[in-house]
């Protein structure tokens, strides 16, 4: 029986999507500024010959018309390649997920506009009373790093929690572990949960940090993520249905509500992500689906607007990425896509909206261009297929039907 194993190389975005403009992300384009970047720095290009032996900077000229610095003459990747679009709207980690699982949201989650005053008055007023505290810090957009750094000696002082959000659909509740407690954070963002059901917020997230004002802080690897549930079944719901097993690996778990997920494997930083996903898959009986999230190129490089340091751990990647598909069976199929971008070298730290690779591996899969997949959709049918389950409501079979092969996603 066939099992496969979905990778998410969170935000690692190939360029502009057709409508990144209503976004503000025209010209967006995290892979191709990231090699820019690392080209022009003493550094060097970037290396990455796994991910070019499957069709990484393939798929990225594909979609971009152009290859990136460091990329040239290109060799025929050994994996079938290609780029998708979102049909959802906006760019948000559980939107991009779900509809890589073949559920296309026909609306946008709600947001909190306002950069400063940003959540209502009586939804602060609810989360302070319920949750039985003094006041609250923050209400305003902000990076999780800057705002801890400024706030983190109040917050420790006044044990008044820090409450942010961002152009994302999500509300981000930040407190030390030691004196404001993990389990309280972790109770304190179930009630947010509850609380916000009126305004269709897509996740709530546990931003745990550790220091002091004299040494500083630091996030620590217990975040949680609180998503709204999927709106219809997923992929991951007919795996569970046909008697496999879902087996999510790091935050894969939290972001479909833990829907048609048979068991969590938790992990922080991306060698411990790379461990977990090989036992996983050591361990996955047959029509098995494996699925992990490598958040760190979103959360640690992407918002923190740091394109050397993507760089690097792109290389990190690369360097671990033999020894997954050698632990390949012959009847497994592993794929890797990305959520949405987050451009390093883009204006703000928020998420950008572009095209995301497709790029999957199968030892008796004939390698082929895929072009231009139009839903994130298409990914989840994949899959469906391979693991010889019912078609899915969304999405086009990229095993089985060839894109046409537009050249530019811009």
Not at 159 to 175: C, E, G, M, R
Not at 259 to 279: I, K, Q, T
Not at 315 to 323: I, K, Q
Not at 326 to 341: E, I, K, M, T
Request: aromatic share 6%; with cysteine; net charge negative.
């Amino acid at each position: 029986m066939p099992r496969a194993v979905w990778v998410v190389l969170d935000s690692l975005g190939l360029g502009a999507a057709p409508d990144a403009d209503a976004y503000g992300d025209a010209g967006a384009d995290t892979f191709g500024h990231i090699a820019a970047a690392c080209a022009e720095a003493p550094r060097g290009p970037l290396r990455l010959p796994a991910l070019t032996r499957l069709g990484l900077p393939q798929a990225h000229a594909q979609a971009r018309g152009r290859a990136a610095a460091g990329f040239l003459d290109l060799p025929l990747p050994q994996a079938s390649w290609g780029f998708m679009v979102e049909r959802a709207c906006g760019k948000d980690t559980p939107s991009g997920h779900w509809e890589s699982m073949g559920v296309v949201l026909d609306r946008p989650f709600g947001l909190f506009p306002a950069h400063e005053r940003s959540f209502p008055p009586e939804l602060l007023r609810a989360l302070i009373e319920q949750g039985d505290l003094p006041g609250v810090l923050g209400d305003c957009h902000a990076s999780g790093t800057e705002i801890i750094a400024r706030l983190g000696a109040e917050h420790m002082a006044s044990d008044k929690p820090i409450v942010y959000t961002s152009a994302d659909s999500v509300l981000q509740i930040a407190a030390h572990e030691e004196t404001f407690g993990l389990q309280r954070l972790h109770a304190l963002c179930e009630l947010a949960r509850l609380l916000l059901a009126p305004y269709d917020i897509g996740r709530v997230i546990a931003r745990p940090f550790t220091g002091t004002p004299e040494t500083g802080f630091a996030r620590t690897g217990h975040r949680r993520d609180y998503a709204l549930p999927p709106p219809a079944p997923t992929l991951f719901d007919a795996v569970d249905a046909a008697g496999g097993a879902v087996i999510a690996v790091g935050k894969i778990g939290d972001i479909f509500a833990h829907r048609g997920v048979a068991s969590v494997r938790p992990a922080s930083g991306h060698d411990a992500l790379f461990d977990a996903a090989l036992a996983a898959l050591a361990g996955a009986g047959d029509g098995a689906l494996v699925a992990v999230n490598f958040v760190d190129f979103d959360s640690v490089y992407g918002h923190r607007r740091d394109p050397l340091g993507y760089g690097a751990a792109l290389e990190a990647f690369d360097a671990r990425l033999p020894a997954l598909l050698a632990a390949l069976r012959p009847d497994d199929l592993l794929v890797l896509s990305a959520d949405h971008g987050c451009d390093p070298t883009w204006p703000g730290s928020d998420h950008t909206r572009e095209a995301v690779p497709l790029l999957a591996y199968a030892p008796g899969l004939a390698p082929r261009a895929l072009g231009r997949r139009d839903s994130f959709a298409d990914l989840g049918q994949g899959l469906a297929t391979h693991l010889r389950l019912p078609p899915l409501a969304a999405g086009r079979c990229f095993l089985t039907e060839r894109a046409p092969a537009q050249a530019s996603s811009a």
